[in-house]
């Protein structure tokens, strides 16, 4: 990889182009009940901004870690994400819609 990619993937272990991206069945129902679509998502975790105030990473193993990411979807809703990487693949918890409240139903 270019350099530059190498540091945009070491972002304190989160790796932002992973190989696969798994989506929780908590995180596909906050999805299509914020509108929210795949691409945005992907979008967030190439470009927004770690909240490390709501991340939990510490000195957790690689596979129990959580990063909070933040930042404005295609439509202007600001969003946090929840990624939590794995082996090359990074699973979204949930999705939450920072500037309005949703009625969703999901558990």
């Not at 596909?28 to 795949?38: D, H, L, P, Q």
Request: overall charge positive; hydrophobic content about 25%; proline content about 5%.
């Amino acid at each position: 990889p270019e350099p530059a990619q190498t540091e945009q993937q070491s972002s304190r272990g989160l790796n932002r182009q992973p190989g696969k991206i798994n989506y929780s069945k908590h995180a596909r129902c906050r999805m299509a009940c914020r509108y929210i679509s795949e691409q945005e998502v992907e979008e967030i975790l190439k470009n927004g901004s770690i909240n490390y105030r709501k991340s939990e990473i510490g000195d957790r193993p690689e596979c129990r870690r959580k990063y909070a990411l933040e930042g404005n979807t295609n439509d202007g809703q600001r969003v946090r994400i929840i990624f939590a990487p794995c082996r090359g693949e990074v699973t979204v918890v949930t999705v939450i819609d920072l500037g309005q409240e949703w009625a969703c139903d999901c558990q």
